[in-house]
């Protein structure tokens, strides 16, 4: 192995342009779903809280209670947590706005 490749190395990750560049790419690419999972933070604090912790937004609340209990609940019946999650099969189905996709799928989860 070259010594080039060895930590502390000369362009092993010492050269500041090189890390910021990296840093840059890293957030770039990760970008999308940050955007996604943003959007979703800002549904699910009706009534919630959110908090940095270790560069980390993590969000606490009603809608993200139900939404886990939904996903957990079509998990334990053999599906899939995502597609037979009763709000995204209402919203799928429906195309309502937020407050009326919640009441309808919890409508749709009593009668299951």
Same mark, same amino acid.
């Given at each position: 192995? @070259?010594?080039?490749?060895?930590?502390?190395?000369?362009? @092993?990750? !010492?050269?500041?342009?090189?890390?910021r560049? @990296?840093r840059? /790419?890293?957030?770039?690419?990760?970008?999308?779903?940050?955007?996604?999972?943003?959007?979703?933070? =800002? &549904?699910? =604090?009706?009534?919630?809280?959110?908090? &940095?912790?270790d560069?980390?937004?993590?969000? +606490?609340?009603?809608?993200?209670?139900?939404?886990?209990?939904? @996903?957990?609940?079509? =998990?334990?019946?053999?599906?899939?947590?995502? /597609?037979d999650?009763?709000?995204?099969q209402?919203?799928? !189905?429906?195309?309502?706005?937020?407050?009326? +996709?919640?009441? +309808?799928? /919890?409508? &749709?989860?009593?009668?299951?």
């Amino acid at each position: 192995m @070259s010594d080039s490749y060895a930590p502390g190395a000369a362009g @092993s990750g !010492n050269n500041p342009m090189m890390m910021r560049t @990296s840093r840059m /790419l890293a957030y770039l690419w990760a970008a999308p779903a940050t955007a996604l999972g943003f959007l979703f933070a =800002l &549904i699910a =604090l009706r009534g919630g809280q959110a908090a &940095i912790v270790d560069g980390v937004v993590e969000v +606490h609340g009603p809608l993200v209670q139900w939404y886990a209990a939904a @996903s957990l609940w079509a =998990l334990m019946r053999g599906g899939d947590f995502y /597609l037979d999650n009763v709000f995204e099969q209402a919203a799928a !189905n429906e195309g309502v706005g937020l407050e009326e +996709h919640f009441v +309808h799928a /919890l409508v &749709i989860s009593a009668g299951s």
